[in-house]
C-alpha cells in the first residue's frame, strides 16, 4: 500500500498580512520537501459541516462564516485572520484529515499526511485562536470514533506550541489519548503535566526553552510512548508542527531533522506493533520555510518507508 499525501489549491488562499508567520508560502515549502518522494497525490475534498459539528457548534460554524469578509481580511482574535477564502481553506483540511481517516480504514492506503491551512490544534469548541479555526485532528479523532466506530485513538501532538484547542475539545472524551510535548512557558500558555484530563487520558510533557533532540527523545521515552503502549489505541493521530526546529522563528527549542525523523520512526513502529500501522498526520506549525521543507521530508519519508 502507499502514503497518501493530501493537500488542495484553495488552501493557498487564506490570506493574511504580509509578514503573518503562517504564510501561504508553507504550502510550496512542504511541497518542495516532499518533490521525488514516491507519495499518492490526493484532493482534500470539501469538509462536510456534519464532521466539523463533531466538535463545534452550529453558531461557531456560523460566526465563521459571518466574519470572513468580501475582500482583504479582518483580524478576529489578535493573530488569526480572516480573509474571502479561509472558510473554504479551513474545510478542506477537516475534508482531508477525515478523507485519509477513511481511507486507511478502508485499507487503500497505509498512512497519509495532510498539508492544509490554516492549522487547527489550538481552535477551541467556540474560539479561534493562534493561527486555527477548526480542531482539525480532534474532529478526525471523532469521526474514527463514531463513524468507524473504534474504542480508543490515540493523538501525538510534536507542535512546538500546545495543542490546548485539542485538550479541550477532548478534555471530557475518555476514549482518546491526548499526549503532547510543548515549550513552556510559551503561547497559549497551557500544556503543564497536572492538565490530564476529566479521565487522566491527557499526557502533557513541558519542555525548557533550549531543549535539544536528547532531551526530547528522554521526556518521550519517559512519558509518552509508555502512555500510548498502555492506552490500547486503534488508530494514530500526529498533529505535526515542525517548530521545534532551532532555526523556527517562533520559539526556542533546538530540534533538528533527525529528531522528526526518530520521532516518526518510533510513532510508527509502534503503530505498527499496535494498531495495524493505521496512522494520519496532520500539519500543524512550522515558520522557517527552508526548516519546514527539511522537517516534513523527513517526516514524510518515515512514513512512506512504514507504510510500504
Known sequence: MATAFYSHPDCLDHREPPGHPEQAARLKAVELGLSGLPV????????????VLRCHPAR?????????P???WSDWDGDTYLSPGSLRAALRGVGGACAAVDAVMAGEIANAFVAARPPGHHAESERAMGFCLFGTVAIAARRLLDHHGLKKVAIVDFDVHHGNGTQQLLWDEARVLF???????LFPGSGFPEEVGAHGQIVNVALQSGTGGAEMRAAYEARIFPALERSDAE?????AGFDAHEDDPLATLRWREADFRWLTERLCDWARRSCGGRVVSCLEGGYDLRALAASVAAHVEVLEEYGR
Open 40 to 51: 499518492e497525490r490526493r484532493a482534500c475534498p470539501m469538509g462536510d459541516e456534519a464532521d
Open 60 to 68: 461557531y460554524i456560523e460566526a465563521v462564516r459571518r466574519a470572513v
Open 70 to 72: 468580501v475582500e482583504g
Open 179 to 185: 499526549a503532547s510535548s510543548q515549550q513552556i512557558p
Open 235 to 239: 488508530f494514530l493521530l500526529i498533529s
